[in-house]
């Protein structure tokens, strides 16, 4: 499977993005999906996962109430609709899919699937 993720660009504080991830190769509907975002000099974070199916989604605390994951498997592709941007949120954002329990779905190296990033810098 490979994810193409796209829809980053610069935004104001206060103001939105919708990224999308795409699949190709196979489909998104067996995998857990999930976005993670990487800053200049930091780690690797976890920021929204969504279940097969959509039934089930989790947020890190900084995003929880601005951010919204959702899935649309009929069009192979995952969603991160990100409102009331932050400079903090400025980041390259990546998607991810992979097979695992809930319980470990915020863990990175639990993804075999990885998107090539895309850049959202946020501006004040």
């Known amino acids: 499977v490979q994810l193409q993720a796209s829809g980053g660009g610069l935004a104001q504080v206060g103001g939105s993005l919708r990224l999308s991830c795409a699949a190709s190769g196979g489909t998104l509907r067996s995998y857990v999906m999930a976005w993670f975002r990487q800053a200049p000099g930091k780690e690797r974070e976890f920021i929204a996962v969504?279940?097969?199916?959509?039934?089930?989604?989790a947020y890190t605390d900084s995003v929880k109430g601005r951010f919204t994951i959702s899935r649309a498997d009929a069009k192979n592709t995952v969603y991160l609709q990100m409102n009331a941007l932050k400079p903090e949120d400025t980041a390259v954002y990546y998607c991810?899919?992979?097979?695992?329990?809930?319980?470990?779905?915020?863990?990175?190296?639990?993804?075999?699937?990885w998107g090539q990033g895309t850049q959202v810098t946020v501006s004040s």
């Open positions: 969504i279940s097969r199916g959509g039934s089930g989604t």
């Open positions: 991810a899919a992979g097979s695992m329990a809930w319980s470990a779905s915020q863990n990175d190296y639990m993804y075999y699937y």
